[in-house]
Nanobody, 129 residues
């Protein structure tokens, strides 16, 4: 059974930084993508970034490019999201998820659904002074 557990959320001032972690267990495929999303109350879920488990290729939505960095530690099966220059915005829950395919293009962030998809329970992030 695939399990994803996010941590690292909290309250941070505008312009500050946070690093989120996503611990992955039970995934049987050798190759997969791990993505980060956020969702504020009443708003659509927004894809932020994803990283390949094989070659470490990374992809970012335009809204976070240059401010967020996604990374992975295959030894501990943990994916991180370093968030810098955080902007004041509505509180949001940040989720990690696994897919077979995700990335970014001129059309925006994308991912494909499959029976191998899995989601974490989320971690709350609030950017406020």
């Amino acid at each position: 059974q695939v399990q994803l557990v996010e941590s690292g959320g909290g309250l941070v001032q505008p312009g500050g930084s946070l690093r989120l972690s996503c611990a992955i267990s039970g995934f049987t495929l050798d190759y997969f993508m791990t993505a980060w999303f956020r969702q504020a109350p009443g708003q659509e879920r927004e894809g932020l970034s994803c990283i390949s488990s094989s070659d470490g290729a990374t992809y970012y939505a335009d809204s976070v490019k240059g401010r967020f960095i996604v990374s992975r530690d295959n030894a501990t099966k943990t994916v991180y999201l370093q968030m810098d220059s955080l902007k004041p915005e509505y509180p949001a829950v940040y989720y990690c998820a696994t897919f077979l395919t995700c990335g970014s293009s001129s059309s925006g962030f994308y991912y494909t659904l499959s029976p191998y998809d899995a989601w974490g329970q989320g971690t709350q992030v609030t950017v406020s002074s």
